[in-house]
């Protein structure tokens, strides 16, 4: 009866094997390895506590069982009791040090446990005691790739399908070390070899169809994803949100295109460019040919890298048009908000953010919400995203009349919290960025809603109203023509800075930061993604042309440390010659702007509140605008705090103003007095008169609706704050 049970388990049939083992138990109370068996048998029904209890009484029977110890660990694995499961494997590995399963199902607890580091250790182990155990070698290779020692584990899987070249799971794990390497053809020969020894594994099919994405041949990769959600509907699900997570976005639509698109646009974000062209081309080519097509490109997370490359206006507008139809369809079963025609009293004004956290979007807006008006406005803040108990969180709920944590609410109920708030304009402060929720502006809980600072392009939504601007960032003959917004032009600069920005007093010097005590000092905070090859090409040119000069980035990676040294050293510049700023204090991080001698801006997605922030520092900023808002956006600083001669024509005039600020320390000089000479009384950190200006732009788009009249175009008209002397400021003062 025993051997007949133990072999319908090895089949998997332990519905079958439960009642022989029950009465085995029964029959011989004292068997050891019965009771081992019916805890294995419960354990494999997923009747964990029945297990639990059976595998206890076989160890209460024979202390020194081991394979029951180790079924007890995996059990209390499973229980989610990781710390006793780990104590069980720690007292059986006293009794058998070389057990190798023992070592694996450690090395599986610690996995769980987050220790990968001590769970490969374990792994090694096995293996050191058993060369050969698949298993071992199969956690060990998938370990390796969490751990990006993408060869060390190439060279594991290719060992274990040495070993077992008919296991389907070997082939899988070869075909993901060698995607994760981005060797597309070799991995879907893996996970074909793997679909060809069990047509019904889910996850080939989809690994296969994910392979076949990033090689363009969308039809195919379409029919592998189909494949995938017959054979198992819930596992698509599930890989869909990993493959979301591969990309480093929260996929709202899930096509091969947008695979393709978006793991190559990540590639970005570590300054790996050997895509650079193929990615550019391949972007424009799929969102300018999806108009006509069935399903049209509408992944909210493109229309956000869009930013990034230079694509046209004209296709982003699409994109972003087709991702807000897209959000908008998501809703349309939800019943419409009824909202009050005219009312009277104060404006209230909702802001809504993933963001009011240590973030830049809190960190500039940081006053805004405390400074407004409170005889015309009242002030509601809506979080999408827990807080981090930081200061500058702290600060934006106590300048709020009313702060609301919405990340626990669905979508219908954030609106409706919104709705019953009686908001009267309704901020959106995130766009299509990450943690954003684009659904409750589409569901209209306010009667108007405007973007503002979270992205630099449009919603293409007609379900925001306005966009705040200003006219150097989003020209009314040029870069306008490419919003579905209408433009409510902030005077001066639309961009808000927090002037009681604290910069640390500690006198840095250059040599701590690994900066030459005499060389020239070119500098460029800016987030990684925005570098692009055509940057490179000019800094490193200039840093030829400039002897003993450096460049100063900021080290968000190693892996953007080592590809940006490597890109150097191909253009001919040693790579030494590019230092690396590590993080530090905001404040410190303020601080080491003035080692630097100048800000070299990026072209197609400028620095914003880098630059900004650079320039509160005293460090001169150069840019070179083009047509979307995200390669304008510096000019418009600049423009506001009087330097626009920081503010070139073109490349070529770009290169040759850094090289002449580079080598004429007159010239340059002026510059940094011009700019100290400014800092304290441009517009652009006038924090109060930017708040008053946006107020005005508030009453003018409420009054407007007030009216009955459309959302259109306007213009505000410069309004001190009363920090500067002018008293008269309830009236906005406009041109549309």
Not at 514 to 538: R, W
Request: overall charge negative.
């Amino acid at each position: 009866m025993l051997s007949h049970a133990e072999l319908l388990l090895e089949r998997g049939n332990a519905q079958q094997a439960l009642p022989l083992l029950v009465e085995q138990c029964e029959k011989t109370p004292r068997d050891a390895h019965a009771w081992f068996l019916l805890g294995a048998c419960n354990h494999q029904a997923n009747r964990l506590e029945a297990a639990l209890q059976a595998l206890e009484r076989a160890l209460s029977i024979e202390p020194r069982h081991i394979q029951a110890r180790c079924a007890k660990g995996a059990v209390l694995c499973d229980l989610g009791r990781s710390q006793e499961a780990l104590s069980v494997y720690r007292k059986a590995l006293h009794l058998a040090p070389a057990d190798a399963q023992l070592l694996l199902n450690m090395g599986i607890v610690l996995e769980r446990m987050g220790d990968q580091n001590a769970a490969l250790e374990r792994y090694d182990l096995a293996l050191r005691h058993h060369p050969e155990f698949a298993s071992a070698l199969l956690n060990r290779g998938s370990m390796l790739i969490r751990l990006g020692r993408l060869q060390d584990a190439l060279d594991n899987n290719r060992r274990l399908v040495g070993l077992y070249p008919e296991w389907e799971h070997a082939q899988f794990n070869l075909g993901e070390s060698l995607m994760a390497l981005s060797r597309w053809e070799e991995g879907l020969a893996a996970y074909e070899r793997a679909v060809a020894l069990n047509p019904r594994s889910a996850k080939a099919h989809f690994s296969a169809g994910l392979a076949l994405a990033m090689l363009k041949r969308f039809d195919r990769a379409r029919q592998e994803f189909l494949t995938t959600q017959v054979i198992d509907p819930a596992a698509f699900d599930q890989f869909m949100r990993n493959a979301a997570v591969s990309t480093g976005a929260e996929l709202h639509q899930f096509t091969p295109e947008v695979i393709y698109l978006l793991k190559e646009s990540a590639r970005l974000d570590v300054c790996d460019w050997g895509n650079w062209n193929a990615l550019v081309a391949d972007f424009g080519h799929q969102v300018g040919h999806s108009s006509g097509q069935t399903e049209k490109m509408a992944e909210p997370a493109l229309a956000f890298r869009a930013g990034a490359l230079p694509i046209s206006g004209d296709a982003s507008l699409e994109l972003a048009k087709n991702v807000a139809v897209l959000i908008a369809e998501k809703v349309a079963s939800f019943p419409p908000f009824a909202h009050e025609t005219k009312h009277a009293g104060k404006v209230r004004i909702g802001y809504v953010s993933p963001d009011f956290r240590s973030h830049p979007i809190a960190t500039v807006t940081r006053r805004l919400y405390a400074l407004h008006d409170r005889e015309r406005f009242e002030v509601y803040g809506y979080s999408l995203h827990p807080g981090d108990n930081s200061e500058v969180r702290r600060d934006i709920e106590q300048g709020c009349d009313v702060f609301r944590e919405l990340s626990g609410v669905d979508d219908r109920a954030a609106a409706e919290t919104i709705h019953r708030d009686g908001i009267d304009i309704l901020i959106d402060l995130a766009g299509y960025t990450r943690f954003s929720r684009p659904e409750i502006f589409a569901m209209r809980p306010a009667p108007l809603q405007a973007s503002y600072l979270g992205m630099l392009q449009t919603t293409g939504a007609d379900f925001i109203d306005y966009f705040m601007a200003d006219p150097v960032v989003v020209p009314a003959a040029t870069t306008a023509r490419f919003f579905a917004e209408k433009i409510a032009y902030l005077p001066n600069s639309y961009f808000l800075f927090d002037n009681r920005l604290q910069i640390s007093p500690q006198q840095l010097t250059r040599e701590e930061l690994g900066l030459p005590a005499h060389g020239f000092v070119f500098c460029c905070h800016n987030s990684s993604y925005k570098i692009t090859p055509v940057d490179l090409d000019i800094w490193m040119r200039l840093l030829k042309r400039v002897p003993g000069s450096v460049l100063w980035l900021y080290k968000s990676s190693a892996e953007v440390e080592a590809n940006l040294r490597r890109e150097a050293e191909s253009r001919g510049v040693e790579p030494h010659r590019l230092v690396f700023a590590n993080q530090a204090p905001h404040a410190t991080y303020l601080a080491r702007y003035r080692m630097a001698d100048l800000f070299l801006d990026t072209a197609f997605y400028n620095a914003q509140t880098t630059a900004a922030e650079a320039l509160w520092a005293g460090l001169p900023v150069l840019t070179c605008p083009g047509v979307t808002m995200a390669s304008r956006v510096a000019s418009g600083l600049l423009h506001a705090i009087g330097l626009e001669e920081m503010i070139a024509g073109s490349p070529q005039q770009y290169e040759e103003c850094a090289y002449r600020l580079a080598t004429h320390a007159n010239e340059l000089a002026q510059v940094r007095e011009r700019l100290a000479n400014r800092r304290l009384s441009a517009t652009l950190f006038d924090t109060e008169r930017q708040v008053r200006n946006l107020e005005s732009a508030y009453q003018a788009m409420w009054q407007r609706h007030q009216s009955g009249l459309a959302p259109e175009s306007f213009q505000v008209a410069d309004l001190r704050s009363p920090e500067s002397g002018n008293s008269t400021r309830h009236q906005p003062s406009l041109k549309t």
